[in-house]
């Protein structure tokens, strides 16, 4: 009998919980003679403007090529926040295999759930009752992750049945990370420098870490002055002297149930569509509950060794890395770079890898439809450490994910990561992780991905280069030409999307530093679609043009106006209020007026506008073009209701 291959779709490889979580579907594939492929699905505002590639991988989910499916569903729904309804649209729509939810319910998919409000009273209960902690700090991830807000709610009725009220002010985001809860505790310290708190409750146990080691760099001692608890029990909660109090979410044998769960629904048995199981308080040193007293200084002893330990045990990747980094200074064609790839994965504790490469690139925008090619070639492989090979097998990739003949070599469970740049997708690559930490190899898959990408592009580059010597053109000017162009909108001559990240980040970050705000505001044309059906993309095309010329009629010089695709556009304006927005508007309808009375277009041209403004608190640009766009959504729609009121009979409007 064939061995069962199930697909694992997780946020990222690299989080705590991923990294639990796969300890888990490693352990049943070793028990039971069964292989997983990871799609890490790298989707949120802490991915990078084109990890949006990964959702392509999505396609690969069907009954060619997988037996079932395990959604990591919880930390997907943590990334996709107000874009949840279209996780899980795109879960239910995906084709009819065995699936099973880990941390979510979707209906009609059966579920392994955590119920972790008991262990949270309990925890509450234990700091009230055993410690006489009276005021809290709460450090949660931000106001639109669910798992945050139903943890945050458990904590904030618990207290208020001790009679204890949490200061709002006193409600920190800490969006599941170390650097971010260490951050905002110390904007905390030094806003309220005369606040007395004696408990932190973080909602991850990376946010404990964080929290922990901010106030020993503020020398408030833990536990002694502050008590500190996590939630997971992943990450360093077990490692030193001072353990974390936490709640135990069995992450791992989360995964392992889930597995067992589809495994049974592709030998054809019966699961339940609703699993739960408790999650257990952990009481440990960072709470003052250890049994042998603490120093003065072991709080400070245990942060150094930590510090210590990071870096001894880091080191030897980061020196991996760097040695890569060395040996890819210089540009090979792709003949010459597979013997390099091999020896540097191995280097890498990568013994198992695949590539596969489409026979043209691909150009694929976020928001758009992604159409896999129908040829591919597996152009490189290897099993072990002692020699690749070069199969030079082309197939049909919409038909299979691999050929049947390299399929069968694969074993256990691979990692499988788009090879992409910008907007242009070249393929795939399957690897066998090593025993290296997740982030380290996640960096990997994104170095390799990018040495491919420029193997691939070297003979263009080398014709384009020849071309511009010809023509007199020197080195600097080519360097200054080739960085202006990957910024640039080819059509508009407005920046792209990656220009307008890379110069909005920098513009508002300095704003902020010296008490600026100013406006995001999000452009969408009305009726795009309809112009290019009705008279073609050449008109379509012009539409857009007059939407960007518009841009430059209304904006400053100094306001940093971006074509993000297709109609979408952006604009950073400093120094705005949204008292200024109603002007903006008018100022672009009447622009709209002008092109549409002036030119003998056929079309009527008119943009949908919606603005945010950004401040101190609200400041990462992927949220305000979000909260842009929605506000452009409602200008849009009050278009759509006036046209249809203008339709009606007079009596009936």
């Known amino acids: 009998m064939a061995r069962k291959r199930v697909g694992v779709l997780v946020n990222t490889i690299y989080s705590e919980y991923s990294v639990a979580f796969m300890e888990g579907i490693d352990r049943y ?33 069907n009954k ?25 649209e795109s879960i239910k729509m995906l084709p009819p295999i065995p699936k099973v939810s880990v941390g979510m319910e979707i209906e009609g998919i059966p579920t392994i759930k955590i119920d972790s409000m008991t262990a949270i009273k309990n925890l509450i209960s234990h700091m009230v009752e055993k410690h006489g902690c009276k005021n809290f700090v709460i450090m949660r991830c931000d106001n639109g992750n669910f798992e945050s807000l ?68 503020n020398n408030i ?93 880091g080191g030897n990747q980061l020196y991996m890395l760097h040695y890569f980094l060395m040996e890819t200074q210089t540009p090979v064609p792709l003949e010459n770079l597979y013997s390099r790839l091999h020896y540097s994965l191995c280097l890498f504790d990568i013994n198992e890898m695949v590539l596969v490469l489409y026979n043209h690139s691909i150009f694929f925008e976020k928001g758009t439809e992604f159409k896999r090619p129908d040829a591919a070639k597996v152009v490189m492989s290897f099993f072990n450490e002692k020699s ?81 010597k010809n023509q007199n053109v020197t080195l600097e000017q080519y360097s200054e030409k080739m960085h202006r162009l990957s910024f ?20 508002i970050a300095s704003s902020i530093e010296a008490g600026r705000t100013g406006l995001v505001i999000f452009c969408d044309m ?17 539409a857009i043009k007059y939407e960007a010329q518009i841009l430059k009629s209304v904006f400053r010089s100094t306001d940093i106006s971006a074509r993000l695709g297709g109609d979408e556009f952006a604009v950073l304006a400093c120094d705005m209020r949204l008292k200024d927005f109603p002007r903006i508007k008018r100022a672009m309808a009447v622009e709209c007026d002008k092109i549409n009375s002036g030119s003998l277009e056929p079309f009527t041209l008119s943009v949908s506008v919606g603005c945010a403004e950004f401040s101190a608190l609200k400041s990462d640009i992927d949220d305000l073009l979000t909260n842009a766009d929605s506000s452009q959504y409602e200008d849009k729609r009050s278009k759509k209701e006036a046209e249809k009121k203008k339709k009606k009979p007079w009596w009936q409007r």
Not at 276 to 297: F, I, M, N
Not at 488 to 507: I, P, S
Not at 526 to 542: A, E, S, V
Request: aromatic fraction near 12%; charged fraction near 25%; proline fraction near 3%.
């Open 29 to 61: 594939c070793a028990e039971n003679d069964c292989s997983y492929v990871l799609f890490p699905l790298e989707h949120g505002k802490n991915s990078g403007i084109y990890d949006y590639h990964c959702e392509t991988l999505l396609s690969f989910v």
């Open 64 to 88: 060619n090529n997988l037996d079932g499916i395990v959604f990591a569903t919880a930390t997907l729904a943590n990334n996709y926040k107000v874009d949840l309804p279209r996780l899980v």
């Open 150 to 217: 139903e943890r945050e709610r458990c904590i904030l009725e618990t207290l208020k049945g001790y009679g204890i009220q949490v200061n709002p002010l006193w409600i920190l985001n800490g969006t599941f990370s170390f650097d971010n809860a260490y951050s905002s505790m110390n904007s905390f310290l030094r806003s309220n420098p005369n606040a007395s708190f004696d408990a932190v409750i973080c909602l991850n146990d990376s946010m404990a870490m964080g929290v922990m080691n901010c106030l020993v760099d």
């Open 221 to 313: 001692k833990v536990p002694g002055q502050v008590k500190i608890t996590g939630f997971d029990n992943v990450f360093e909660t077990t490692e030193g002297e001072l353990n974390i109090t936490t709640v135990d979410q069995r992450i791992g044998d989360f995964a392992y149930s889930a597995m067992q769960s589809v495994n049974a629904l592709i030998n054809g048995e019966r699961v339940e569509s609703l699993q739960l199981t408790d999650a257990a308080l952990v009481v440990r040193h960072s709470c003052g509950c250890k049994s042998e007293p603490l120093s003065e200084e072991c709080i400070y002893d245990v942060a150094v060794k930590r510090r210590y330990d990071i870096f001894r045990l």
């Open 388 to 468: 690749f090979e070069r199969p030079d097998i082309s197939f049909n990739p919409n038909a299979r994910i691999l050929p049947p003949e390299i399929l069968e070599r694969m074993s256990a469970g691979y990692t499988l990561f788009p090879i992409y740049a910008e907007c242009f997708q070249y393929g795939y690559v399957f690897m066998r992780l090593g025993r290296y930490e997740r982030i380290f190899y996640q960096t990997v898959l994104e170095l390799i991905s990018k040495e491919i990408v420029t193997s691939i592009k070297i003979t263009g580059e080398q014709t384009e280069k020849n071309s511009l």
């Open 488 to 507: 640039t909108d080819e059509m508009t001559g407005l920046l792209n999307r990656r220009g307008f990240y890379e110069y909005a980040r920098r513009q």
């Open 526 to 542: 009305d009726g795009l679609k309809k112009i290019n059906d009705t008279y073609g993309h050449d008109f379509g095309d012009r």
